[in-house]
């Protein structure tokens, strides 16, 4: 049973333009919600977090947006660069709950076209 | 500060043989966590460990898997008599704390495992 999914395999966009991914999950219990960005033969890398009594944390170009009630969180880029182009992981903890695991989805691979 | 660090970076092991794999963290970080990553899927939980303690084994299989995290020295995840079924990267992150809600784990560049 996927508690985190991505349901978009891939995303491809023009540079300049927004990119959107998507994340949904179903366990109530999750209070800690992270975005990373891996390369082929790398180790992911964190990009940016939110804490759920949050509904949107910003850094630069990334923004995470979390809507509670529909279990349902968002990665916005903008404007998209070249260099973006990688494979994105949305991962969830249960802080709360002293669990310090992290359930991640499947990933969504951006491409972002010159 | 130097990030995560693996070794090695790629392992093949032929059926049978054991694997070992480590894992130094970052500076200042005493947890330690091992995840997998199977083709086309995404990193799945192994374990948790703190200095000298195993904090979550949830993640492990039964058989052949077995983790430490010494005082001295790396973590090791070791897996025993290895099987096909065994090959994927193994991804290794720590953190400073955990449970705060604000902390972050780094990740290891990993180890791809092949099974002859």
């Known amino acids: 049973d996927q508690q985190v999914k991505q349901n978009s395999p891939s995303l491809s966009v023009q540079e300049g333009r927004i990119s959107i991914l998507n994340c949904d999950y179903t366990?109530?219990?999750?209070?800690?919600f992270l975005w990373y960005k891996k390369y082929p033969a790398e180790g992911p890398t964190f990009l940016i977090s939110i804490s759920s009594i949050k509904d949107k944390n910003e850094d630069g170009r990334f923004t995470v947006f979390l809507n509670k009630s529909a279990k349902h969180l968002s990665l916005h880029i903008v404007p998209s660069q070249p260099g973006d182009s990688a494979v994105y992981f949305c991962?969830?903890?249960?802080?709360?709950?002293?669990?310090?695991?992290?359930?991640f989805g499947k990933g969504t691979k951006l491409s972002v076209k010159p | 500060n130097a990030g995560v660090m693996q070794n090695p970076r790629h392992l093949v092991r032929r059926r049978g043989q054991e694997a070992r794999l480590r894992c130094s963290p970052m500076k200042g970080h005493s947890h330690v966590y091992w995840y997998r990553q199977l083709p086309e899927e995404g990193l799945k939980f192994m374990v948790y460990?703190?200095?000298?303690?195993?904090?979550?084994e949830s993640g492990m299989p039964k058989e052949r898997f077995s983790a430490e995290f010494p005082k001295e020295g790396p973590s090791i995840l070791r897996i025993q008599q290895v099987v096909r079924g065994d090959s994927a990267a193994y991804f290794c992150?720590?953190?400073?704390?955990?449970?705060?809600?604000?902390?972050?784990?780094?990740f290891g560049p990993g180890t791809r495992l092949t099974v002859l």
């Open positions: 992150a720590s953190s400073r704390y955990t449970g705060v809600g604000t902390d972050t784990q780094y």
């Open positions: 366990n109530s219990m999750f209070d800690y």
């Open positions: 991962a969830a903890a249960n802080y709360g709950g002293s669990q310090g695991n992290l359930i």
């Open positions: 460990l703190q200095k000298e303690n195993i904090i979550d």
